[in-house]
């Protein structure tokens, strides 16, 4: 199922510390972090994003901490997919096991800003960009990454190895 | 008999994990947990997730730590709440290592001096400088809370054997430098990504030389490359810190003479100065030279990266007979209570106190601004923590500059950025 939103641009190296910064870590209540998600960045994001807005950024996209707190934040304030030159290896795998889908495709954050509109395929890893009249295709998923994605994430994984 | 490939001290981990004779970068392998590591931040993510799934167990009741050192003394209700969430899962599933109140130290100092975890350990934890135990030659990486839950039910977890990156260093140190300058010249070199998924291995006759305070320090800040894992190889100075306390048996392992590494560097250690990394990224280094002046409103001497009993030393050195400036603040956070109780038997805390400094308990406290020390608008720390991301410490509009602690201490005395031979003449 092909998936459309608008996008926010953001730089280089956003850390953990500004997805979701550590003075409301207190607690794991997901609509509450998405409250202050990007909030060090842009204190209005959480405002103004809508259900199905893109997330696309620059190089090293979740540099910093470990906190799955970043990708439930950015889930759970409605973004439906995080595009970026390139993510933290961290942050890469949280997202996998949270279930938010995450791209790399360098050649679409050239030519992307905010509020462009793109038409994402998590299927094929196609990306157009529907306000440029451009179309992509992203780094593919590694295949045990993909296993993890149809079983809906690592502890339904776990469920279906009988491993609990 | 095939002959195996040669590996790196990484792969030689992950493979007697795997239960394999070899691996190799690229591979995907399921490898054996020594210990899953969670904290007051983490576990209760974790814990959330373990208990869906229906589980009633842990792998092993010593080998899940559990370690409640960010916003200890709990800062509020909230933070209280999530700790009592983590103490009762620890009660119900027997969960031997829980640390909490008196007991509790920031995890990447508490782990290795209590033994817990050893050479050639794989260990996990849902912290991201998990790192750090790669200073005793173990291969430990940070997670994310649902791996961590994977990982205390299966007591498995699923890894990409990582590529290495080795980093040569050889040379006498300067005066004041240590292990955090070595891990602040390597990031200012390659930069915060400059190690992404890659495994980052440290050698050299200038490594052979630092003591295990030091290479803790140094491997801690491996992540702030963007590493999976930090490892320096175990020789007679790392035997015999872990012999005297190890709760397991541990495995010394080495690189074989001939492994692979995806690339190598040289540095002439003899050169690097003390080093301080400007605001927003631990990349921005510049010998503190370049910087002194600056002036600071707050510095910091703890942290998982700097709050052993060698970091205490060198600040109590600088410190003793001295006072902290009247335009700054000093705190200083021992990072476990053995660490405390050490500074407490050998006069430092009185230096300290006599010096004017805030003498805090073992918690993480300021240095992901948590709390005991928390920045407002425009104000700056010195600090020798490892970020200074923005709003790392306080107020989105504050700043934090890292560095050691006899730059720290220094700094602390001079109420702006100092080179130690400023303050003490020799
Ligand atoms: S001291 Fe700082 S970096 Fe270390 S575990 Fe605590 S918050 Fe993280």
Redesign the pocket.
């Known amino acids: 199922m092909k998936i459309k939103g608008k996008v926010w641009k953001f730089g280089s190296d956003m850390d953990t510390d500004r997805i979701i910064p ?1 003075r409301y870590l207190n607690t794991t209540d997901p609509r509450e972090l998405a409250q202050h998600c990007m909030e060090d960045e842009d204190p209005e994001f959480a405002k103004k994003v809508r259900a199905g807005d893109m997330i696309v950024a620059e190089k090293n996209f979740g540099c910093g ?1 470990s906190r799955e707190h970043a990708p439930i934040a950015i889930k759970a304030c409605g973004v439906s997919c995080v595009i970026a030159r390139s993510f933290a290896r961290i942050f890469y795998r949280n997202a996998f096991n949270t279930g938010l889908l995450i791209l790399e495709c360098p050649e679409l954050v050239d030519v992307t800003e905010t509020a462009d509109v793109l038409e994402v395929d998590p299927s094929t890893g196609t990306i157009r960009n529907i306000t440029k009249d451009r179309t992509f295709r992203a780094q593919p998923i590694p295949p045990f990454m993909q296993e993890l994605i149809s079983a809906g994430g690592l502890m339904e994984w776990i469920k279906r190895k009988g491993l609990v | 008999m095939a002959k195996r490939r040669p590996m790196t001290i990484a792969e030689k981990i992950l493979a007697t994990h795997a239960g394999k004779k070899e691996v190799e970068p690229g591979e995907i392998v399921e490898a054996k947990i020594d210990i899953a590591l969670g ?1 007051d931040i983490t576990a209760p993510l974790a814990i959330n997730e373990l208990r869906k799934v229906g589980a009633k167990k842990v792998f092993n009741r010593k080998r899940v730590v559990l370690v409640m ?2 916003f200890t003394p709990n800062k509020d209700i909230k933070s209280a709440t999530q700790c009592k969430l983590v103490r009762e899962f620890a009660r119900e599933f027997g969960i031997v290592n829980y640390f909490e109140g008196g007991d509790v130290g ?3 100092a508490l782990l290795p001096e209590l033994g817990l975890v050893v050479s050639g350990d794989v260990v996990v934890g849902a ?3 998990t790192c ?1 135990y790669g200073g005793l030659g173990a291969f430990a990486t940070g997670v994310g809370s649902t791996d961590l839950a994977f990982a205390m039910i299966t007591g498995k977890l699923w890894f990409r054997v990582p590529q290495t990156m080795k980093f040569v260093f050889r040379g006498r140190l300067k005066k004041w430098v240590s292990g955090k300058d070595l891990i602040l010249h390597t990031i200012g070199e390659i930069g915060v990504d400059g190690a992404n998924y890659r495994a980052m291995e440290f050698s050299g006759d200038t490594i052979r030389r630092l003591s295990v305070d030091s290479r803790l320090a140094l491997c ?1 800040m491996a992540i702030e490359a963007g590493a999976k894992a930090g490892l320096i190889e175990p020789d007679e100075t790392t035997e015999e810190y872990v012999s005297g306390r190890a709760q397991r048996r541990p495995r010394f392992l080495r690189s074989d003479a001939d492994a692979e590494y995806v690339e190598a560097r040289e540095y002439d250690a003899s050169k690097i100065d003390p080093l301080v990394a400007l605001p927003h990224l631990p990349e921005n280094t510049r010998p503190v030279t370049d910087v002194a002046g600056t002036p600071i409103d707050q510095v910091v001497i ?4 700097n ?1 052993r009993i060698e970091d205490l030393a060198i600040a109590a050195r600088i410190l003793r007979g001295r006072r902290v400036s009247s335009s700054t603040r000093l705190i200083v956070i021992p ?1 476990t209570p053995h660490v405390y109780e050490e500074a407490l038997r050998r006069g430092y805390l009185r230096v300290f106190l006599s010096a004017g400094a805030v003498i805090s308990p073992p ?3 300021p ?2 601004g ?1 709390h005991m020390g928390i920045l407002a608008e425009g104000e700056r720390a010195l600090a020798t ?3 200074n991301f923005i709003g790392r410490m306080g107020h989105p509009k504050s700043e934090v500059y890292l560095a050691n602690p006899a730059v720290a201490a220094a700094t602390a005395v001079r109420g702006r950025i100092a080179h130690p031979d400023e303050v003490v003449r020799h």
Do not use: K, V, W
Not at chain 2, 302 to 305: A, D, E, Q
């Open positions: 550590a901490s | 904290n050192d960010h920031i995890e990447h912290d991201s400088h750090t801690n703890g942290s998982c990266t709050g990072a918690t993480c406290g240095c992901l948590g923590t490892n970020r």
